[in-house]
């Protein structure tokens, strides 16, 4: 028997025990045997003891001996061996039968005349996926402008995703989308973020012009997550990159482990003997032609394999000995493993020159065979297989100490595998979502030192605080590791962010129960007692008492906090000052929120309910965008319904009924809690008033009434919802009475009793604080009431309104003023008011004072002017509600203005109300 033997005589070998016996053909198991058996099947006998003694024969007798032992293994109840690496190919190369240099040649001929080639080649493992994708690379890099980016994607993708986005110029942005990422979301937000970090790259990849080289492997996961598409559905990795290749713009060539469903692609063959030959030739130009032949048959039609013998032939060494026991080539391979991540396997030649002690020039030929060279001073593996898996320490501590902090991955990724803990949780204690890039680290970190397991699991914490993840598995148990801290300020603050995360979802009841004492915070460092400080502000805020939640926000602004809460401060230094009627604070404030979905999403909110409040049209822009980031974000949905009839509530502003009548109906689907449900009840109350319909009101408002006039919960918020409730109650019976809907304009002289008494006693009731919300209420009460009073009763009740510091109030009272002031006979100073206000927006403004122009210039005699104010309110921008209700509020005043219409059995109030609503 040969002293290294064949896999064929190993196959025979392992199989004889299970042949016993004779038959027709002779003793099973025997030489002669299998010969007579192998010219059964109509190959020839005398190829059996070339193949099994020498591994020498054709492809076809190989194949077919390899069909009988495995048709032997199952008879004996065995499973077949896998088949030699070149029956593998050579059946491959059947099934793809393409010729890589064909793709080679194409690709740069197209380049080179200015087109823009985009290719996908398909091929299973040792097809030459690699081989192909480096020769074109290495002739890109002769291009001047062509260097091509090379992305290797399998298994984990965020390990070579973010190191490309970084050299594209969007690192921020893909972790932050990456950061998002959540095993708790449903499957179509997984989905959407993974496509939007594609695409992401792929307008960072259009924008750099420079051709894409990428390898993918049949699966892989993004952040622990299996891949998904835009309908939530798992995805291959082929399936997955498709809208990605599509997308792009540059030229690329992928070469792909599995067909991707409908871009066009080419099968990859395997390597054809010459393409062997070229392949041990370019990396061994001196080698004899007869090894050079020797080692193509040894190696069949594998590349895979073909390059280890190459190698191994250029170090010297028998190819069964493992490349890492040789003494000359172990440092390199240790110093290649330790260097070269899979995620970023490129990295100077000067750190390797370091690690080795020597340069370059003194590397050996099977050395630099082991190396691949990128270019602009980098270096790779050649072949990653080769390399051992465990790595010193030392090498990975040399690395740390030469990578830049602003090479952040290496310094992450070393600092990890040196073992350099105190590195490791500076690091990710500067901005917690850096544990993005580190998975696992938290089951690691069950071996350190209970300080050290600590410290990290504050960055845990923290970092699924960011997220809204405070129900992740990982968060739970650092939290408990925390409250059982030695630290009493660990266990201070984590009973914090325990309180933040009943805040988070609403439980504010439950969150004041865990918040610790307020004198305990001294013990913490700045960074947490601001964070503590924001929770108490948000359950003073819950509760009603937005001058003790500012004081609590203006004290964590104070702190120098550390860079990943700056945004958290700001959105509530926003919400606070917004309570307050401190409009240009809060918007400047506010502003300042981004990158996470569920901060972004309530700073948008608040940014659209502020412009809203001021009567500006951009609000409904803001709105959007923070309604669609909470939904994304995973907001609890309680939140969302108040955020969705807040948008309806602005909806009606805008006079768009059937979109406010949608978004009303959702929210009243959304709301979980009572305290919601009656809040958006009682929105829903008011629309209905508005769109007109008296007895759906008073139902919804009746329900909503009753539950904040009898809750205890939130007692200083429950009593302004009580009140504005009331309010809306008084505008229902003004429609029920008078006929008079909630929207503009409005126009006084109507007899409403109800309305009137309920209006009365809710100003009575009004306390006098002047936070925005009560000054908008006493307005809004006000405003109603004096349409029910005589002119100067009005008057007097409107006056000391008229010099509000909010733009849109002290407009909404001038008008109304302007109003008492047509009804009185005033007609001059009416239209003086109008006159004086600023340039307006809000389109319910914008009828009220159309409404009084024409009165008073009617009442002045100017006739032609009145109407040519109408028919400029007929073609303006006015929604058609409050152009329909500003012609029938005008026809109940102006009967000379039939003269102007056509013949109509409709009464002049409608009949005008149609002739402005429909201009056409």
Not at 399 to 406: D, H, R, S, T
Not at 697 to 702: D, H, K, S, V, Y
């Amino acid at each position: 028997m040969p002293e290294a033997p064949t896999p064929w005589l190993r196959y025979l070998e392992d199989l004889r025990p299970h042949l016993r016996g004779r038959d027709h053909r002779g003793r099973r198991g025997s030489l002669r045997w299998l010969e007579t058996l192998m010219g059964e099947r109509g190959g020839r006998a005398g190829t059996v003891r070339n193949i099994l003694y020498k591994d020498l024969g054709s492809p076809e007798e190989k194949e077919r001996l390899y069909g009988v032992f495995a048709d032997l293994y199952r008879e004996a109840g065995l499973e077949p061996p896998p088949p030699p690496a070149e029956l593998f190919l050579e059946s491959a190369r059947k099934a793809l039968g393409r010729d890589k240099r064909r793709i080679f040649r194409r690709f740069l001929k197209e380049l080179e005349a200015g087109e823009r080639p985009q290719m996908a080649v398909v091929g299973g493992p040792a097809t030459g996926k690699g081989v192909l994708l480096s020769a074109i690379g290495r002739a890109l890099a002769a291009l001047p402008g062509r260097e091509p980016f090379l992305l290797n994607l399998g298994g984990e993708l965020a390990q070579a995703l973010v190191p490309l986005a970084e050299g594209l110029g969007v690192a921020e942005e893909v972790r932050g989308l990456l950061a998002q990422l959540s095993p708790t979301q449903p499957y179509i937000l997984q989905g959407a973020l993974q496509q939007e970090v594609l695409a992401l790259l792929a307008q960072a990849l259009n924008r750099a012009g420079r051709p894409l080289l990428l390898r993918a492997e049949a699966e892989g996961t993004l952040e622990g997550l299996p891949l998904r598409g835009p309908d939530g559905a798992k995805r291959g990795l082929a399936t997955w990159l498709e809208p990605f290749l599509k997308t792009l713009t540059v030229p690329y060539l992928a070469a792909l482990s599995e067909p991707p469903p409908t871009l066009p692609h080419q099968p990859l063959s395997p390597p054809s003997r010459e393409e062997a030959r070229r392949f041990v030739r370019e990396r061994l130009p001196h080698l004899p032609p007869e090894r050079l032949e020797a080692l193509v048959n040894q190696a069949g039609r594998n590349f895979g394999e073909l390059s280890r013998l190459v190698l191994l032939e250029a170090a010297k060494h028998d190819p069964q000995t493992p490349l890492q026991d040789d003494p000359a080539l172990r440092p390199l391979l240790l110093a290649l493993a330790a260097f070269s991540p899979e995620a970023d396997p490129a990295f100077p030649l000067e750190l390797l020159e370091k690690a080795l002690g020597r340069p370059l020039e003194r590397l050996s030929q099977a050395e630099r065979a082991l190396l691949d060279w990128v270019g602009e001073g980098l270096v790779r593996p050649a072949l990653r297989s080769l390399l051992p898996e465990e790595t010193p320490r030392a090498l990975h501590r040399l690395a740390l100490e030469f990578f830049p902090k602003e090479n952040l991955f290496r310094k992450l990724y070393h600092a990890r595998k040196a073992w350099e803990t105190g590195v490791l949780l500076e690091l990710v204690q500067e901005d917690p979502t850096r544990l993005a890039l580190l998975p696992g680290l938290w089951e690691e970190a069950r071996a350190w030192p209970r300080e050290d397991q600590e410290a990290l699991a504050a960055a845990v914490v923290r970092y699924r605080a960011v997220l809204g993840q405070y129900a992740h598995p990982e968060a739970e148990e650092a939290l408990k590791v925390l409250s059982q801290a030695q630290d009493p300020a660990l266990r201070t603050w984590a009973r914090i962010k325990g309180a933040e995360a009943k805040a988070d979802a609403a439980l504010y009841r439950e969150a004041e129960e865990l918040l610790p004492p307020k004198a305990d915070l001294r013990h913490l460092d700045e960074t947490a007692q601001a964070e503590g400080l924001l929770v108490m502000a948000a359950v003073e805020r819950w509760k009603g008492d937005y001058e003790r939640a500012a004081r609590f926000v203006e004290e964590a602004e104070s702190l120098p906090v550390a860079p990943f809460l700056r945004d958290r401060v700001q959105l509530w230094r926003g919400l606070v000052a917004k309570d307050l009627g401190r409009y240009a604070e809060a918007l400047a404030a506010l502003a300042q929120v981004g990158h996470d979905p569920l901060l972004l999403g309530r700073a948008r909110y608040q940014m659209g309910d502020l412009l809203m409040r001021l009567g500006r049209l951009e609000a409904r822009a803001h709105m959007e965008e923070g309604l669609k980031a909470l939904e994304e974000g995973g907001a609890p949905r309680d939140e969302v319904a108040r955020v969705r009839a807040r948008y309806a509530t602005l909806l009606r502003r805008l006079g768009l009924y059937e979109e406010a009548g949608r978004a009303i109906r959702r929210a009243l689907e959304e709301a979980l809690d009572p305290f919601t449900q009656a809040r958006v009840a009682s929105e829903a109350g008011i629309l209905e008033v508005a769109r007109g319909r008296p007895f759906e009101a008073l139902a919804l408002l009746e329900r909503a009434e009753a539950y904040f006039r009898r809750t205890e919960e939130r007692p200083k918020e429950a009593r302004y919802r009580h009140l504005r409730t009331l309010f809306r109650l008084g505008a229902a019976y003004l429609l029920l009475e008078a006929g008079q809907p909630y929207r503009p304009p409005l126009l006084g002289g109507q007899e409403a009793p109800t309305a009137r008494g309920l209006l009365a006693r809710l100003l009575e009731e009004l306390p006098g604080e002047n936070t925005d919300r009560y000054t908008a209420l006493r307005l809004d009460a006000a405003g109603l009431l004096a349409l029910l009073l005589p002119p100067e009763e009005g008057k007097a009740l409107l006056r000391p309104l008229l010099e509000l510091e909010n733009p849109y109030l002290r407009a909404q009272a001038r008008l109304g003023y302007a109003e008492v002031l047509v009804r009185g006979g005033s007609y001059g100073e009416a239209l003086g008011q109008v006159v004086a206000l600023p340039p307006l927006e809000d389109p319910g403004l914008l009828a009220q004072a159309r409404a009084v122009e024409v009165l008073a210039l009617l009442g002045l005699g100017e006739k032609e002017a009145a109407w040519a104010k109408l028919e400029e309110a007929r073609r303006g921008p006015l929604p058609p509600p409050f152009r329909f209700q500003l012609g029938r509020a005008l026809g109940r005043f102006c009967p000379e203005l039939h003269l102007r219409l056509p013949p109509s059995p409709l009464a002049l109030p409608e009949a005008l109300g149609f002739h402005l609503a429909n201009p056409d």
